[in-house]
């Protein structure tokens, strides 16, 4: 039944939900600026009811606790689009490193590392051109040979210098596990204690601090994230290899296979799923493990054609002293492949004596000058893979160009992504200073209306005890 009592009861059952709710506005408002806080909201129940005499009396409200604003599909989308814009980033910041090999300086007319290949292939055989007209001619010949060596420079050094980003990459790849680790750690002991202290509720803070490691996770490897019972988290790389499981953590290792670092879980070799589930891992691994040995390859065929073609004329035809080339005397200009892979780090020049050029055609004097064009008309022929080697070079750097092109065009629409689920996230979860001022507003006005009930009850009360007379008894 109503009485007196029981109204100072209700309200201050009431003082104490509006203060516990101040409290939780008070702690959002403390923590604005913290990286990964979401805001809570506070939670309010109405008590069971009274029935007297058929009559419901209400027995006020209790403040239930906070709950954190976040939306568990929206903050998955964003992991899952930040491990992809992770990795399309770090696959183009290496890409443009190996485009930046083969890109010529418009104020040097060099590229950043060697020269450019595709001018030294025509000054090359330009230079059995200039030869043709006076075969005999110690300065023309000195030119091949010196055309020879620039071509074979910038064609090694290019080969070396993707060997060692090849090799950084490796690097950089090797030292992401150890962070990987770490964030593996941590989210299986949050897991923990998630478990133990908020089995069937938001676990605030502890949830907090979970997704921001998985959202840093997320940006380091590819994952898939599975809620298992009693609010835990499993978690596995995107290829199905377990990392977290409630509160135990499974660790990346690594292991030298065929002179590359692969990456282990357990026993399992996982390199190939790493490479293309995302993060900065799969972007490196995708660098060193596709990208750079698919711009070798087409390196090494170049040489490889170039050199044994050109080779091989030489040995045909005669040179001044009017020798021809043979198994156990070869006149080789360039140092014999044996196969194509690693013929563009290997390739030299292994002539030394410009008499050695074979100028003239098998058993012609050396006025003749028949072998030298044909050596010159290589570069008209399609020697390479079935184009020729200014085409093949041509075409080798456009591919290359529209990889970059493709992956940063990726990257842009990632990122972008990205930036449009962090907004939608960031709308819904952090704090806003307007709306904790409003709602501060509301609960200082509702805990005041509470006071001014006190204050009612304390006037009723006196008027009471002094048989309405308000000034003996205040």
Do not use: W
């Amino acid at each position: 039944m109503g009485t007196i009592s029981s109204a100072l009861s209700l309200m201050s059952g009431a003082l104490d939900a509006d203060q516990s709710a101040l409290s939780i506005v008070a702690n959002n408002v403390a923590n604005a600026s913290t990286a990964g806080y979401t805001e809570e909201t506070a939670n309010f129940q109405e008590n069971d009811p009274v029935t007297i005499n058929g009559i419901s009396y209400g027995q006020g409200i209790t403040e239930t606790g906070a709950t954190s604003t976040r939306d568990k599909v929206l903050t998955e989308r964003l992991d899952q689009q930040q491990q992809l814009a992770s990795a399309s980033s770090t696959r183009l910041t290496a890409l443009q490193s190996v485009q930046g090999l083969f890109t010529v300086d418009s104020d040097s007319s060099t590229s950043s590392t060697a020269g450019d290949i595709g001018s030294d292939l025509t000054g090359f055989f330009d230079s059995f051109s200039t030869l043709e007209s006076a075969p005999s001619n110690n300065s023309d010949r000195e030119d091949v040979l010196s055309t020879a060596k620039t071509l074979a420079s910038d064609i090694s050094g290019a080969a070396t210098s993707l060997n060692s980003q090849k090799a950084s990459l490796d690097q950089e790849a090797a030292g992401v596990t150890s962070q990987v680790n770490a964030l593996t750690t941590s989210i299986a002991q949050l897991n923990q204690q998630i478990m133990s202290t908020s089995p069937d509720a938001d676990a605030g803070t502890l949830e907090d601090q979970r997704e921001e490691d998985v959202s840093q996770l997320s940006q380091l490897v590819g994952i898939n994230q599975i809620t298992t019972e009693n609010n835990g988290l499993a978690i596995t790389t995107t290829s199905g290899a377990l990392l977290v499981s409630e509160g135990a953590s499974y660790q990346i290792t690594n292991g030298t296979v065929d002179g590359v670092t692969h990456f282990f879980v357990g026993s399992t070799d996982t390199t190939s799923g790493l490479t293309t589930g995302g993060g900065e891992l799969g972007g490196y691994l995708t660098a060193r493990d596709v990208d750079i040995p698919s711009v070798l390859s087409s390196l090494d065929q170049l040489a490889y054609s170039v050199s044994t073609q050109v080779n091989a004329l030489n040995n045909t035809g005669t040179d001044l002293d009017g020798n021809t080339g043979t198994t156990a005397s070869p006149l080789d200009i360039f140092s014999e492949p044996t196969e194509v892979a690693g013929s563009a780090a290997a390739m030299s020049v292994v002539m030394t004596d410009p008499s050695e050029i074979a100028a003239a055609a098998s058993g012609e004097g050396t006025g003749d000058s028949t072998n030298t064009t044909a050596m010159a008309n290589l570069a008209n022929q399609t020697i390479v893979n079935g184009q020729t080697p200014t085409n093949y070079y041509s075409s080798f750097v456009s591919t290359l160009g529209a990889t970059v092109s493709e992956v940063q065009t990726e990257n842009t629409a990632q990122e972008a992504s990205v930036t449009q689920l962090q907004t939608q996230n960031d709308a819904l979860s952090s704090v806003s200073l307007d709306d904790e001022a409003s709602t501060m507003t509301t609960f200082e006005r509702c805990y005041q209306a509470a006071s001014q009930v006190f204050t009612t009850i304390n006037t009723i009360m006196a008027s009471a005890l002094n048989l309405g007379d308000e000034t003996t008894v205040s």
